[in-house]
């Protein structure tokens, strides 16, 4: 090995340890082995994984594009195949969606074609954290405002920080984690004052009343993020779309630099989920039930405060400190998220609405704790 090569990748190795990077911390299989217990036993709502979805029909689809598909082939054809379909989906022209692996590389792509070293980047907190650590890399500045307590856009504190260095404005909504959509009025005023690009996540909008798809003509500076991650329940497949005018979306399309993104087999699936369209509509109908009793139960627990929903996951506080909380909660298998203090809250978790029987031992472990 070169004495070279020896110093640079030491000096590679220092400059990339300053970027923050995404970590998944503990997985179920990890913790079911740590715990002595078979993996089926965890009790895991920590990802929003949507688990409503009825896996025999999903599993006859995928059934299908194997006798429909040829692996050995590029995906040339897929992607104009599944705008189509969304066009039916958003009813949007189809020179206003692009496809991409997921929303987070969507993000990732956004933030690398529009971010430069020492632009700003705009966004609330408690927010997603993808879109930071993407910005960070890019050697961009990231400021965040808190929102207020009611979990609402403080807007007159945003606007003051635009300025002709801030070029992306990230606002997630419904929020992760805060599980609320923020008001449409609070969304126009910023998008409309910002002097760059406003992405409006709306990774879980099936589960919430409003998106801002059909007025997108009216935002030539907005680009709407989706997933089929969540509603549709393709989280392994990763496959996500965005929505913006046809001169952004040309540009998202035309200067990605890779030529297939997205795999054949996850564009087919993203298709057979549209045209069967219903698998996707009765798990969110259930889901949301499902929310609304497991927010009333939680609600009755000694010591946890659950929070209103438009997402598949609801906000929890307790009494417990949350470091204390997730260790007990841990040692039972249950996985939640946990964010600890979230604005005047000190002891926050992210808790994915789960099947019913998933959700009742979340419920009894929970009461357990609270009686110990
Ligand atoms: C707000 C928000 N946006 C985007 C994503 C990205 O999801 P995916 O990369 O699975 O599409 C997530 C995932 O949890 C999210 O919570």
Redesign the pocket.
């Known amino acids: 090995m070169s004495e070279s090569y020896r110093k640079w990748i030491e000096q590679k190795k220092l400059k990339l340890q300053a970027i923050d990077c995404y970590s998944v911390g503990v997985t179920p299989e990890g913790l079911a082995q740590q715990l002595g217990v078979d993996t089926s036993k965890i009790v895991k709502l920590n990802?929003?994984e949507n688990l409503f979805i009825d896996r025999s029909r999903q599993t006859s689809l995928i059934k299908q594009i194997a006798d429909e598909i040829d692996l050995r082939m590029y995906p040339e054809d897929e992607i104009p195949k599944l705008v189509k379909k969304l066009v039916e989906y958003l009813k949007v022209p189809q020179d206003c969606i692009v496809i991409g692996n997921?929303?987070?590389?969507l993000?990732d792509r956004i933030i690398r074609l529009f971010v430069e070293k020492g632009d700003v980047a705009v966004s609330f907190a408690p927010s997603?954290v993808?879109p930071q650590l993407c910005v960070k890399r890019q050697e961009g500045e990231y400021v965040t405002l808190p929102l207020k307590n009611d979990f609402q856009l403080d807007v007159p504190a945003m606007l003051t920080t635009f300025s002709e260095k801030t070029r992306l404005l990230y606002l997630?909504s419904p929020n992760?984690p805060t599980s609320n959509q923020m008001k449409p009025e609070d969304i126009e005023t910023l998008a409309k004052a910002f002097p760059g690009i406003v992405i409006l996540?709306e990774?879980?909008i099936e589960f919430a009343d409003y998106s801002f798809v059909q007025r997108i003509c009216e935002f030539p500076n907005m680009i709407i993020?989706r997933?089929?991650?969540k509603a549709f329940g393709l989280?392994m497949l990763?496959l996500?779309y965005a929505i913006a005018n046809p001169e952004l979306i040309n540009i998202l399309t035309k200067k990605a630099p890779l030529p297939y993104p997205v795999s054949g087999f996850t564009i087919q699936m993203g298709i057979k989920m549209l045209e069967n369209i219903d698998i996707m509509q009765t798990a969110v109908a259930a889901l949301k039930a499902e929310r609304e009793k497991l927010i009333k139960e939680l609600n009755q627990i000694e010591g946890v405060q659950a929070f209103d929903s438009q997402s598949d996951f609801v906000l929890l506080n307790t009494k417990l400190p949350a470091d204390l909380m997730y260790e007990k909660l841990l040692k039972r298998g249950v996985m939640l998220k946990k964010w600890g203090k979230l604005l005047q809250y000190e002891n926050c978790f992210r808790v994915t609405v789960g099947l019913p029987e998933i959700n009742a031992k979340l419920i009894e472990s929970l009461k357990q704790i609270s009686e110990e």
């Open positions: 990802f929003n997921a929303g987070d590389e993000l997603f993808i997630c992760n996540d990774a879980y993020l997933t089929f991650s989280a990763r996500g």
